[in-house]
């Protein structure tokens, strides 16, 4: 997600506001990711989630280009969901969902 600092902080203070009216935390979080195969963004996505206890699946697309992550994992608040989105999205050819 490359958008100026204003934009993103704008953005995800409305994430939150939706995150804490539709959520009871703690609770299980499902973050969905795009990576490209060719880079390493896979690898660096679980290294973020390490030692969170979280289940993480990969399926790779029909030409072997693209793989799909999903990241079950027990989050305290609406502040850490958003803090590991921002971890992600400081990665390279990361499509968040």
Do not use: C, W
Not at 6 to 27: G, I, N, R, V, W
Not at 65 to 80: E, N, P, Q
């Amino acid at each position: 997600m490359k958008e100026n600092n204003a934009s993103q902080d704008a953005f995800y203070s409305k994430f939150k506001t939706q995150l804490e009216t539709t959520m009871h935390f703690p609770s299980i979080y499902t973050y969905k990711f795009i990576v490209p195969n060719s880079t390493d963004a896979s690898s660096r996505i679980k290294e973020i989630f390490d030692a969170t206890g979280a289940v993480i699946s990969a399926r790779p697309s029909a030409k072997g280009t693209y793989s799909s992550i999903t990241i079950s994992v027990m989050m305290d608040s609406a502040d850490d969901v958003i803090a590991k989105y921002r971890s992600v999205g400081s990665i390279d050819g990361v499509v968040m969902l």
